[in-house]
């Protein structure tokens, strides 16, 4: 028996004092934020938070969009800017930061990180996830963990699994074929589930390949747990649960937020009909008492231990601003007439600061991840004090994205004398809260219109200003061949002003680098045509070939590849590789077992030391990525063009040789094989090649070696039917028979099949609005409730209610988009799921009398 399991034991024979509709209230939560504690028993309440960037924390037990609900705390730079830092030293001081807060704040359990894939970079959570690329979003995903629970808080890591979109968010079913699932989605989560042991899994809302991931019983019971060997609680995301008794069966334990008890009659229901036993329940609640009493246990032996929260807070502030600087990307630095660049820009020459968002800068993203950050520093601020020269300021455009004429005029006026007297022009840009949100997908790349005019017209007077961008994804940037320099910040956090004018001054060097592919304009994705289109089902149909290894295979033109960056210096240089022998047999080839089932991890199978130079006489950091390139493709297994295999970063002395060792895993060279139900070995000869990106990889232009793998035992065969020609060879959008094609090799095309569109319980209000009045007055109703609980009288218009608390648009929206089956998991019980039904029959009377 294992500790965990003693412990389970243990604590289950403390439950059987409880009778059994106690215990079935202890399978979800208390409120928003508590689950149920049972004092008689000694089992305290768990307290989550938000977030993956800094803590939530609403004491009052209710998720509330008034500010004043939620404790302050320090806003580290959003996940998806963290990032870009490819540091995990950093992610994991972030996470150990946060969980010291959430130690002082009474918090349990922190909700996240969100290790999910950028699919396509309208994702509107793009910002709270890593990277495009399994491989890196599992290696920082784990850092952050590892810094949160060696600190004895626990970590949710979500959204278990496939969730990529917020379109539907709540309904939409991810069809996936088996490889992608495997290799490419799941392949974020696998790692971390072994290597960290998360406390908690937060399942996702979607469904996946037509099962509600809250109730998948292969994904929780057989993947998560059996294969995988999760020892931890598995959770509902907030009103995730389609079904209660069925998610319990399925694997998950706990349903948050709490419905009040009100739901528990389904579990009785269950329970009666021999759909689950009492054993599910008991082994459910066990995990999350235990979890409780440990997770305070931790809490206790260490809190005596801490900082004083001024001395905290103050060294957080400190880390914001280091973290704010790691992760910036310098995307261009033009070298001017006279071989001068740009950036940084001289101490004590003038500046011309445009942009709005110099003074209220956009540093996070909208939803559950929104922090109330301590404090804000801003460029407008930080930046005179540092420059000792003259800062001159004007907004130029409105941060609505509206365009003002007057504000324009002002800047371009500011901008003209500023350039006639020798100063330089520093234009902010960028996106807001609202445009970056849980909830909506972002409707285009594009910066709001009012700021790329101002840009246009700065440059119709040949004004060439210094850009910083100020986005947690991808922009589409139609002037990009006219501006010198641009300097990404992302979403930098409470310290993003300070570490904005340092990196400026070249106080501190940007070395941060691309996690996602930025493309000419998303249509250039193999992604594109299948997006967040559908009303329920999606379908992957590009399969892996997200991001990089899409425009990579199919040689498509980017603005910025994957992993692209610069720094101020010369860039580092590789000087060679070098392979580390150490499986005794040269490493010219490596023999590997042909097939291996999913419950072996992942293990090294070859060492290699990479060299480095640097020319410049101050230190330079740089990030050393390897990829893995196919040299034999083979038609019934085909893999992306390049993978990335491993990265390290790392700062090397000035004029000084530096080496860095690197290694690379088994699955790198495996493919899922669904028939035989294991990984299996993609023999024939492979190149492992060092790059600066993942272009400049492709080009070869780096050190690399070459090596063959041969597969021992028995290789399973390959499905009868072929693999479709744009899986071999991508180019352009893949079509839904290509994708058909694709999933009819393992048996299942009829995932593609359509329900045949009667209303439910699962139906989203908004497609019961035109067909019943009571639908209407419902969603009347609950928009009356959004707006009173924001403190907003209900007659005001949307817009107006957005105006005055701009994260109300989300709410609005998701309680549109919400299945009507949701509702009573936000409102404790209310309405009734028998009146909801009653609601679903009227609409469903009503279309029907609307079609004849
Ligand atoms: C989000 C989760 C979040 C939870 C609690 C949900 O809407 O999807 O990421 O942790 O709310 O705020």
Redesign the pocket.
């Known amino acids: 028996m294992t500790g965990r399991e003693q412990e389970l034991d243990e604590v289950r024979g403390r439950l059987q004092a409880l009778s059994l509709s106690q215990r079935i209230r202890l399978l979800s939560g208390r409120n928003s934020w508590q689950t149920e504690a049972v004092p008689q028993l000694g089992i305290p309440a768990l307290v989550?938070s938000?977030?993956p960037h800094g803590l939530?924390h609403q004491p009052s037990g209710r998720?509330s969009l008034r500010e004043g609900g939620t404790e302050a705390a320090t806003l580290f730079p959003a996940a998806g800017t963290l990032a870009t830092s490819w540091d995990e030293d950093l992610l994991l001081a972030v996470g150990a930061a946060i969980a010291t807060e959430a130690l002082w704040q009474q918090i349990h359990v922190v909700?996240?990180p969100?290790v999910n894939l950028r699919r396509h970079p309208r994702g509107g959570r793009n910002f709270e996830y890593y990277s495009e690329d399994p491989l890196l979003a599992a290696r920082l995903g784990a850092a952050w963990i590892r810094g949160c629970q060696e600190r004895g808080v626990g970590v949710?890591l979500?959204?278990f699994a496939a969730n990529n979109q917020e379109h539907r968010r709540m309904v939409y079913d991810a069809v996936i074929d088996p490889r992608a699932l495997r290799e490419f989605y799941l392949a974020a989560f696998e790692p971390i589930v072994r290597g960290c042991q998360p406390e908690t899994v937060?399942l996702a809302?979607n469904r996946l390949n037509g099962v509600p991931a809250t109730g998948h019983r292969k994904l929780v019971n057989e993947v998560l747990r059996g294969e995988w060997g999760f020892e931890g609680l598995a959770i509902s995301?907030?009103?995730a649960t389609v079904n209660r008794a069925a998610a319990l069966a399925a694997g998950m334990d706990l349903e948050m937020p709490g419905s009040g008890g009100s739901l528990d009659y389904e579990v009785d229901h269950a329970l009666r009909a021999g759909e689950l036993g009492e054993r599910d329940v008991d082994r459910a609640v066990a995990r999350t008492s235990a979890l409780a009493l440990r997770l305070a246990r931790q809490r206790s032996e260490r809190v005596g231990r801490l900082p004083s929260p001024e001395r905290m807070y103050a060294d957080h502030a400190a880390l914001a601003v280091e973290a704010a600087g790691r992760t910036a990307v310098l995307l261009k630095n033009e070298a001017l007439e006279g071989g001068r660049k740009p950036l940084p820009l001289t101490v004590g020459r003038p500046v011309c600061l445009l942009g709005a968002l110099a003074r209220r800068p956009h540093v996070q993203g909208g939803?559950?991840?929104h922090v109330r950050p301590r404090r804000q520093s801003t460029l407008l601020e930080a930046l005179p004090r540092r420059l000792a020269a003259q800062v001159t300021y004007q907004p130029g455009y409105r941060l609505d994205g509206s365009i003002d004429e007057a504000l324009l005029d002002e800047a371009l006026e500011a901008a003209g004398a500023a350039v006639a007297s020798g100063a330089e022009v520093v234009l902010v840009l960028g996106l807001s809260d609202a445009d970056e949100s849980?909830g909506y997908d972002r409707g285009t790349l594009l910066l709001p219109a009012g700021q790329n005019l101002l840009l246009e017209r700065l440059l119709a007077l040949g004004i060439r200003p210094l850009v910083l961008l100020q986005s947690g994804s991808v922009l589409q940037l139609p002037w990009f061949d006219e501006v010198p320099a641009l300097l990404l910040l992302g979403l930098a956090g409470q310290g993003g002003g300070e570490a904005a004018a340092r990196l400026l001054l070249g106080l501190s060097e940007p070395a941060g680098r691309l996690t996602e592919t930025w493309p000419l304009m998303a249509e250039n994705l193999a992604a594109d045509g299948s997006f967040a289109r559908a009303k329920l089902r999606e379908p992957y149909r590009e399969s892996f070939y997200v991001g990089y290894r899409y425009t990579e295979s199919a040689d498509v033109a980017v603005r910025f590849p994957f992993g692209f960056g610069l720094g101020y210096g010369e860039p580092v240089a590789f000087v060679g590789v070098e392979v580390l022998t150490e499986n005794g047999e040269g490493n010219s080839c490596l023999r590997l077992p042909a097939l291996q089932g999913p419950e072996i991890a992942d293990t090294t199978v070859l060492r290699y030391r990479v060299g480095l130079s640097n020319p410049n006489a101050a230190a330079a950091v740089t990030v050393v990525q390897a990829y893995l390139e196919r040299l034999d493709p083979d038609p019934d297994w085909p893999v992306p063009r390049l993978v990335l295999c491993d990265f390290a970063r790392l700062q090397v002395a000035g004029e000084s040789e530096a080496s860095v060792e690197l290694a690379l895993g088994w699955r790198q060279l495996a493919a899922w094989n669904e028939g035989a139900g294991g990984w299996q070995t993609l023999a024939g000869r492979w190149r492992l090649q060092i790059g600066r990106d993942v272009r400049d990889a492709r080009r070869r232009q780096g050190p690399a070696f070459e090596f063959a793998v041969e597969a021992v035992g028995e290789t399973p065969p390959a499905p009868e039917q072929p693999v479709p020609d744009w899986y071999r060879a991508p180019a352009g959008q893949p079509q839904e028979w290509d994708f058909w094609r694709l999933l009819r090799r393992d048996g299942r095309e009829r995932l593609l099949e359509e329900d045949d569109g009667s209303f439910s319980l699962e139906t989203p209000l908004e497609e019961l609005l035109p067909c019943a009045l009571s639908a209407r007055i419902f969603a009347w109703l609950a928009r009356g409730v959004i707006l009173l609980q924001a403190g907003i009288v209900p007659f005001v218009s949307d817009a107006e209610a957005r105006r005055r608390q701009p994260g109300i648009g989300m709410q609005l929206l998701a309680m549109r988009e919400m299945p009507l089956r949701a509702f009573p998991l936000f409102s404790r019980g209310v309405p009734p799921r028998g009146w909801l039904a009653w609601i679903v029959r009227r609409a469903e009377r009503g279309r029907a009398r609307r079609r004849r």
């Open positions: 989550f938000d977030g939530r998720d909700l996240g969100g949710s979500k959204h937060m809302y995301d907030w009103g939803g559950s991840s849980e």
